[in-house]
């Protein structure tokens, strides 16, 4: 197939270098379209930039758009060594101040919600606006079995997997295990195509120790998760309680039908959040940008215009119609 950053932005895939939360030089993937003020679009776990494919020509026509691979996701650096806790707001952070010089719109999904979130609390000068999707702000469990089996399994294990490159050996089996569990995350089957899969897939398949690195962010989350059923310190309870940090304008998105996180928590985090609405996205899953990328679309341009950081005359009247706003 056709290079999906050489179509999906004017200059291909682009390399940034940043000093990761280890002190180590890494490369960043990332790609942007379009002029004007920046907006970046942050994926979630296990996903790299091609999950905001159906957002970045939309969003381009009004900002400048700028899609970054995490480390460890994507076509980003994927380090051998042994990952701090927390890295990837550390990381986010230089990623932002390297590529724009001014307060920027913030786009995030799922896991880089919550990253967004934790950003946001500390460097509230980094961000105009912040519209956060399907945040795991209050997460009983990983969400999946998957997820929950490869964050038990000994990294070590993981490792020697990722080296003798069985999934790339495997890979009509792997690429038939993501169609499968696609329809855990869009409500819609009839959207999951083969070229989906073969992106979404595309890192683990093609880009040695990409499931090592997801393994370690899992690991890393199931051990939260587990701090904070037990009341004992973590990061997700200090993100919790430094929601009033964050001073811009914030859009909550919920998937109506998300059967990952309940759209119950986004109620939870509006109370908390000041300075936020909450929109509920009707027939969408946890992949909202995936799954329900015009709702998406349309909701993030009715925000932005809301709150004065868009013209209203930019905005098509031909939007589609509101879903409810609280």
Not at 118 to 129: C, I, K, V, W
Not at 226 to 231: F, G
């Amino acid at each position: 197939m056709k290079d999906w950053w050489q179509i999906a932005f004017p200059k291909g895939r682009q390399t940034l270098t940043i000093t990761d939360a280890s002190g180590h030089p890494v490369k960043i993937a990332y790609g942007e379209k379009g002029t004007g003020k920046p907006l970046f679009l942050v994926h979630g776990i296990g996903s790299w930039s091609y999950g905001w494919r159906h957002t970045i020509e939309p969003l381009s026509k009004y900002f400048r758009v700028i899609c970054f691979d995490a480390k460890g996701h994507g076509f980003s650096d994927k380090p051998l060594y042994s990952e701090e806790l927390a890295h990837q707001s550390i990381e986010m952070e230089q990623i932002i101040r390297a590529l724009c010089d001014e307060p920027a719109v913030v786009v995030a999904q799922s896991l880089g919600a919550l990253i967004t979130l934790a950003l946001a609390e500390n460097n509230p000068e980094l961000f105009a606006r912040l519209v956060v999707i399907n945040v795991p702000i209050f997460p009983k469990e990983l969400p999946t079995l998957w997820m929950q089996l490869l964050a038990a399994l000994p990294i070590d294990l993981v490792r020697a997997v990722d080296n003798l490159r069985l999934a790339n050996t495997f890979a009509p089996l792997l690429r038939q295990m993501v169609m499968f569990g696609r329809h855990e995350v869009v409500v819609d089957p009839e959207q999951i195509t083969d070229e989906e899969v073969y992106w979404i897939t595309y890192p683990y398949i093609e880009l040695p120790n990409t499931i090592t690195k997801t393994a370690e962010d899992l690991q890393h989350a199931a051990q939260e998760i587990d701090r904070s059923l037990h009341n004992q310190p973590n990061i997700i309870y200090t993100i919790q309680e430094n929601l009033s940090r964050i001073t811009c304008p914030t859009l909550i998105l919920w998937g109506e039908q998300d059967r990952w996180f309940p759209a119950s928590n986004g109620e939870k985090l509006h109370a908390r959040l000041p300075n936020s609405r909450l929109q509920i996205l009707p027939n969408c899953g946890h992949d909202a940008a995936g799954g329900s990328p015009e709702a998406v679309n349309a909701a993030i341009l009715e925000f932005l215009r809301d709150t004065d950081f868009l013209d209203r005359a930019d905005v098509s009247q031909s939007s589609p119609s509101r879903t409810p706003i609280h």
